[in-house]
């Protein structure tokens, strides 16, 4: 038989996979830990990726070879022991993912099926070819567009390679052992809280996911992000489904092949304002603009809606979408602190941090991205709070020093203010007509 290699990345997982059909009969199954991308990745998520690669593992009766090096030099080596005539991987369509491929395709014959996306990044296009800046025609075109089905693979697909078994191969290392407990990881808990979200609270996703002090969110962002599920299994399973839940569903994983094609197209967007007009705007230095910033990382800003958010970043590695919004809001436009820093906080802490959509994210709120919030939208913490976290449970679960006060009390604190808990670091209204000024000044 001719050995291939099959270089996971972004796919953990071996049901509808489709690099698995075209692989050939036999292949050794490797991963890379990459200290590029394991270095600024931060504890959370790195301990979810080493779950994973126990989880793929342990679905491959321990034949995954895991070896630490730069996949430039890694890849070929392994692919060269092996014998192998061609290396296998679903395409990478970031900017290191692109860079670090061309560079193992100039060595060994690299074959990219698929992507981590329902629709490769520059599919969806204008009729004249050119890309799309906003989202709203840019989802219309992605409906007609359409997606493949599920590719039929599993753990019998291919024969694997033992590692063991391969003459001179050397630099096999243990998957590293996660830092602490956390989310079950890996394909069966990705089906699992699929199907869980599905039966529970997809029906009410339309009307609570603005939520936070439900959870009734689907949690499928980190599954998402390290490929233990593909979002084309998903759209399959909501299927013709018409209620508002899963229409809004299907709305938020468009969203995430967007950002992903907005990146695509400008690479130089994960570090810099899409909007370059937005190189202008007027941001805070120097050390009181650190003091700030350090309260907002540490949920101490005397707001209780970014407070909470902030604590469940660092206990969770995760924090609500409206939440998400909520804080960056205030980072950007009441305390006039660049969104770059708070997206590279994010990316630090996030379990489910990816770079495109984080990044884009970021410059949604900030206003300097593509199919951006208006310059004038600059959530108030406050009513945001008891709108969307009315009974005040979210706050409350999040900020010890608040759980005396009861109701939505707890957003805005009328009297006096609990022992412990810091007054507002900022005037909201005051830093609204800045952040408006400072807009204005943009022309």
């Known amino acids: 038989m001719t050995e291939s290699l099959v270089w996971f990345r972004r796919d953990l997982r071996l049901a509808d996979l489709p690099t698995l059909n075209i692989a050939g009969e036999r292949a050794l199954a490797l991963f890379v830990l990459d200290d590029r991308l394991l270095g600024?990745?931060?504890?959370?998520r790195r301990d979810f990726l080493y779950r994973s690669l126990s989880a793929l593992d342990s679905q491959l009766a321990?034949?995954?070879?895991?070896?630490?090096?730069?996949?430039?030099?890694?890849?070929?080596?392994?692919?060269?022991?092996?014998?192998?005539?061609?290396v296998h991987v679903s395409a990478d369509y970031g900017p290191y993912g692109r860079k670090r491929d061309t560079a193992v395709a100039e060595q060994v014959?690299?074959?990219?099926?698929?992507?981590?996306?329902?629709?490769?990044?520059?599919?969806v296009r204008k009729e004249d070819g050119t890309a799309y800046k906003v989202f709203t025609p840019w989802f219309e075109r992605w409906l007609e567009h359409g997606w493949h089905a599920p590719a039929r693979t599993g753990t019998d697909t291919l024969e694997w390679i033992d590692p063991d078994d391969v003459s001179g191969l050397t630099g096999r290392v243990d998957v590293p052992a996660p830092?602490?407990?956390?989310?079950?990881?890996?394909?069966?808990a990705a089906l699992a809280r699929w199907r869980e979200f599905c039966a529970d609270d997809l029906v009410r996703y339309d009307a609570e996911r603005d939520r936070p002090d439900l959870d009734t969110t689907s949690r499928m962002s980190v599954y998402l992000k390290f490929g233990n599920i593909h979002p084309r299994t998903m759209l399959a399973d909501l299927g013709d489904r018409r209620g508002r839940g899963a229409e809004q569903y299907r709305r938020q994983l468009a969203w995430r092949d967007f950002y992903a094609d907005i990146l695509f197209q400008r690479p130089d967007s994960a570090r810099c304002n899409y909007d370059a007009k937005f190189d202008a705007m007027r941001c805070d230095t120097g050390h009181d603009a650190d003091a700030l910033f350090e309260a907002w990382c540490t949920g101490r800003t005397g707001f209780p809606i970014v407070d909470a958010g902030m604590r469940q970043l660092v206990s969770q590695?995760?924090?609500?979408?409206?939440?998400?919004?909520?804080?960056?809001?205030?980072?950007?436009?009441?305390?006039?602190?660049?969104?770059?820093r708070g997206?590279?906080?994010?990316?630090?802490?996030?379990?489910?941090?990816?770079?495109?959509?984080?990044?884009?994210g970021w410059q949604w709120t900030a206003g300097s991205g593509t199919d951006a919030a208006p310059y004038f939208r600059v959530f108030n913490p406050t009513v945001q709070g008891e709108r969307f976290d009315p009974t005040g449970d979210y706050v409350r679960r999040w900020v010890?020093?608040?759980?005396?006060?009861?109701?939505?009390?707890?957003?805005?604190?009328?009297?006096a203010r609990p022992e412990g808990y810091p007054d507002q670091v900022v005037d909201h209204a005051e830093e609204r007509r800045e952040a408006l000024a400072r807009f204005r000044e943009l022309g």
């Not at 379990?351 to 959509?357: E, T, W």
């Open 40 to 44: 600024p990745s931060g504890s959370p």
């Open 62 to 86: 321990g034949r995954l070879l895991v070896v630490r090096g730069n996949p430039v030099e890694v890849v070929p080596s392994v692919a060269k022991t092996v014998g192998a005539r061609e």
């Open 400 to 415: 010890p020093e608040l759980r005396g006060v009861g109701g939505k009390a707890v957003h805005t604190l009328k009297g």
């Open 317 to 340: 590695g995760w924090m609500h979408n409206r939440v998400r919004m909520i804080v960056a809001s205030f980072l950007v436009k009441d305390l006039h602190l660049p969104w770059w």
């Open 109 to 123: 014959e690299l074959v990219a099926t698929g992507s981590p996306y329902a629709i490769t990044p520059g599919r």
């Open 343 to 360: 997206a590279r906080y994010f990316m630090q802490k996030l379990v489910d941090g990816d770079l495109a959509s984080n990044q884009h």
């Open 179 to 188: 830092s602490q407990p956390g989310l079950a990881a890996g394909e069966t």
